[in-house]
């Protein structure tokens, strides 16, 4: 079995996070993960802090095993979230949008594992010299917010950068994947994208057959006008959304709200025509509904078979 240093530092069986995904990353999909063995992760996006409170405590029901909360520091609610993590003792915090030194001491205070999603060295040195316990360095392949790097230059940079554990994430789907994230110094790995077809994931039917029937060209990257671009799933919300994007006469203000409410009507209703579906480049790769078990135990099987045939390309 593979085993890394953040088995140990997280107190996972095997070394792959369940990214944190709002409206999409709850307590039913973030204990699957966690009794599979790897770190399921609550997002808790920009619901307000009761909400998220109720998931904890639903995971806390579901599962003895560690789990974590992902918290969106763009959310309204993040003083309140920060708040509520330091007060359940969560194992292990994400985050995401933005920097999360201002909470850090709080939670590491209160003996949580705090481990940032980095797009860059810049911040992967400035979270560590925050006491970050590790980073996730995610490239741009990744669904929902990402960064400029894709992970092939990521990961090895931040790795030469910081001192502490790397986890590789985004465009990752399987085994071969997971192997080429060790090789280049990560010591784990978090996926979404495939995690969103689990059959513990809580997401509409439609997000699942679309990831399902994904083909390599189907993701697009939007709002990049504004500051925050995100990857999603070719769709008619998407496209007129980048038309829009592009048009001089749309004011920020107005693409802003356009995409309001989108990701929710997405993933908790389905909708084909108004929903953004935030997606990896990775869908294509992600061909059928299993367990969360099912799930880790496939990628890893891939892992060891792909690193135990990996002397045949060196003479």
């Not at 992760?41 to 003895?64: L, Q, R, S």
């Not at 679309?210 to 925050?228: F, M, P």
Request: proline letters at 4%; aromatic letters at 6%.
């Amino acid at each position: 079995m593979i085993r890394t240093e953040i088995c140990d530092l997280v107190g996972i069986e095997y070394p792959i996070f369940q990214g944190g995904m709002a409206w999409i990353a709850d307590a039913s999909l973030a204990s699957a993960v966690s009794n599979a063995g790897g770190l399921g992760i609550i997002a808790a996006g920009n619901a307000p802090a009761d909400v998220v409170e109720e998931e904890i405590h639903k995971a806390k029901a579901m599962t003895d095993k560690p789990f974590g909360l992902n918290i969106m520091l763009m959310s309204p609610f993040v003083e309140d979230i920060a708040e509520l993590a330091a007060k359940e003792r969560v194992a292990v915090v994400t985050t995401g949008a933005g920097l999360p030194t201002k909470y850090m001491p709080k939670w590491t205070e209160a003996g949580i594992k705090v481990i940032p999603v980095v797009p860059s060295t810049g911040i992967a040195k400035l979270v560590e010299r925050a006491g970050a316990s590790a980073v996730i360095a995610e490239g741009g392949e990744s669904g929902g917010h990402i960064g400029e790097l894709t992970t092939m230059t990521l990961v090895p940079q931040v790795v030469d950068a910081v001192n502490i554990p790397v986890i590789a994430a985004g465009g990752i789907a399987d085994g071969r994947g997971v192997a080429a994230a060790m090789m280049l110094g990560a010591v784990g790995v978090q996926l979404g994208t495939r995690f969103l077809v689990a059959r513990e994931c809580t997401v509409h039917q439609n997000y699942k057959d679309k990831i399902i029937k994904a083909k390599d060209i189907d993701t697009i990257s939007t709002g990049k006008r504004l500051g925050h671009p995100v990857r999603s799933l070719k769709t008619p919300f998407s496209r007129n959304f980048f038309k829009m994007e592009y048009d001089p006469s749309v004011t920020n203000e107005e693409l802003e709200k356009s995409g309001g409410g989108a990701l929710r009507l997405a993933a908790k209703e389905g909708n084909l025509e108004k929903g953004c579906f935030m997606a990896g480049q990775s869908s294509a790769m992600v061909k059928k509904e299993q367990t969360c078990k099912e799930i880790i135990k496939e990628i890893f099987e891939e892992t060891e078979k792909v690193l135990e045939g990996a002397d045949k390309w060196v003479r």
